[in-house]
T-cell receptor
Framework: AQSVTQPDIHITVSEGASLELRCNYS??????LFWYVQSPGQGLQLLLK??????LVQGIKGFEAEFKRSQSSFNLRKPSVHWSDAAEYFC???????????FGDGTTLTVKP | EPEVTQTPSHQVTQMGQEVILRCVPI?????FYWYRQILGQKVEFLVS????????KSEIFDDQFSVERPDGSNFTLKIRSTKLEDSAMYFC??????????FGSGTRLTVV
């Protein structure tokens, strides 16, 4: 069964500081991995995805993530956080057959001025 | 940019009533999904739909739930007899490539 762990429930960073949100997954085959962002009261927006190939993937809004098979991780990074990045971030692993995704519990990002 | 549209944005219903949540997926997408998010909890998969039939469903998606694509553009989720624990945000999603969804903004269902 596929599963996702986001170890950090809440992270606070200062505006302009770098950010790393952790994600560990469990999946029997090659995983399909995603990061989504959810602003309060809004839907989920896809930031980036990994299917195969280059293990460092670039996404929207200046985010990137690195797939590390040996660590079963897919951590999200941003070199300089903006106040507008404050939101809930979800990592998800996809089912290769039917496209079902399993989401982690989410990490709430607070950005200090 | 194409969007997935969900209506209504908020629905309040009495326990035991039927509700229909509506979604208009992106027009060239072929795979459709419903997820839900109980307040403060994780996003949970309900059902996936392809080629006019359910391709996978979770244990949450019991006989009280059904999905339909009645007219080639809408994708609906029906809950026949709502319970208090059905109160949640319901998200519709669609994709063309099966991986990496476009989500709608959600319908907040409140059962009283």
């Amino acid at each position: 069964a596929q599963s996702v762990t986001q170890p950090d429930i809440h992270i606070t960073v200062s505006e302009g500081a770098s950010l790393e949100l952790r994600c560990n997954y469990s999946y029997g085959a090659t995983p399909y991995l995603f990061w989504y962002v959810q602003s309060p009261g809004q839907g989920l927006q896809l930031l980036l995805k990994y299917f195969s190939g280059d293990t460092l993937v670039q996404g929207i809004k200046g985010f990137e993530a690195e797939f590390k098979r040996s660590q079963s991780s897919f951590n999200l990074r941003k070199p300089s956080v903006h106040w507008s990045d404050a939101a809930e971030y979800f990592c998800a692993v996809g089912n290769t057959n039917a496209g079902k995704s399993t989401f982690g519990d989410g990490t709430t990002l607070t950005v200090k001025p | 940019e194409p969007e997935v549209t969900q209506t209504p944005s908020h629905q309040v219903t009495q326990m035991g009533q039927e509700v229909i949540l509506r979604c208009v997926p992106i027009s060239n997408h072929l795979y459709f999904y419903w997820y839900r998010q109980i307040l403060g909890q994780k996003v949970e998969f309900l059902v996936s739909f392809y080629n006019n039939e359910i391709s996978e469903k979770s244990e949450i998606f019991d006989d009280q739930f059904s999905v339909e694509r009645p007219d080639g553009s809408n994708f609906t989720l029906k809950i026949r007899s709502t319970k208090l624990e059905d109160s949640a945000m319901y998200f519709c999603a669609s994709t063309a490539s099966r991986y990496g969804y476009t989500f709608g903004s959600g319908t907040r269902l409140t059962v009283v």
